[in-house]
T-cell receptor
Framework: DGGITQSPKYLFRKEGQNVTLSCEQNLNHDAMYWYRQDPGQGLRLIYYSQIVNDFQKGDIAEGYSVSREKKESFPLTVTSAQKNPTAFYLC??????????????FGPGTRLTVT | AQSVTQPDIHITVSEGASLELRCNYSYGATPYLFWYVQSPGQGLQLLLKYFSGDTLVQGIKGFEAEFKRSQSSFNLRKPSVHWSDAAEYVCAVPRGDSGGYQKVTFGTGTKLQVIP
């Protein structure tokens, strides 16, 4: 079955530690995205990548970093510089630029708690 | 800038009753429009989408939505709600910019509760 996997489902970290969230897709999609979801707010875009070895900042990139070394993988690192990292993080993918208006497929999410 | 408004944070309906969830958008041109459903602690699943053409769009799980340009709305409907429909429903509008339509503006969601 094609889809997006995110691991782990729950993640706990101490303040000041960097943490990396995994996202893998086997949909052969070119574009991948990271979102943050907080109660009462719409999804907010952190980073996105339209092609391997290239990525762009979204609306709330400060305190986060990403890499896109393989088409299938788009890990997100939450650094100690992120002031309020506790949130639900969602990874998504889409076919890519020029081939559709952004219909995105989502993974099950990772809930990160930093204390 | 594009925006999406879902005025109802929480809606409760009885099982078997009809449902309408509101979505209003602000966009300069004719928009693309999506509705997603999110179960607790899960990712989003696409219910339906509007790109162009027929303004009444059919989706999965018996849902439909109607695009009304004059009202800048894309309301989601279902004639008879099932208990399994309890979830959060999110309206979304892809943003057109130099990168195409890869960015999406999401509404804040409407949480649907279904009572027996």
């Amino acid at each position: 079955d094609g889809g997006i996997t995110q691991s782990p489902k729950y993640l706990f970290r101490k303040e000041g530690q960097n943490v990396t969230l995994s996202c893998e897709q086997n949909l052969n999609h070119d574009a991948m995205y990271w979102y943050r979801q907080d109660p009462g707010q719409g999804l907010r875009l952190i980073y996105y990548s339209q092609i391997v070895n290239d990525f762009q900042k979204g609306d709330i990139a400060e305190g986060y970093s990403v890499s896109r070394e393989k088409k299938e993988s788009f890990p997100l690192t939450v650094t100690s510089a992120q002031k309020n990292p506790t949130a639900f993080y969602l990874c998504a993918s889409s076919i890519g630029e020029g081939r559709g208006p952004g219909e995105q497929y989502f993974g099950p999410g990772t809930r990160l708690t930093v204390t | 800038a594009q925006s999406v408004t879902q005025p109802d944070i929480h809606i409760t309906v009885s099982e078997g009753a009809s449902l309408e969830l509101r979505c209003n958008y602000s966009y300069g041109a004719t928009p693309y429009l999506f509705w997603y459903v999110q179960s607790p602690g899960q990712g989003l699943q696409l219910l339906l989408k509007y790109f162009s053409g027929d303004t009444l769009v059919q989706g999965i799980k018996g849902f439909e939505a109607e695009f009304k340009r004059s009202q800048s709305s894309f309301n989601l409907r279902k004639p008879s709600v099932h208990w399994s429909d309890a979830a959060e429903y999110v309206c979304a509008v892809p943003r057109g910019d130099s990168g195409g339509y890869q960015k999406v503006t999401f509404g804040t969601g409407t949480k649907l509760q279904v009572i027996p």
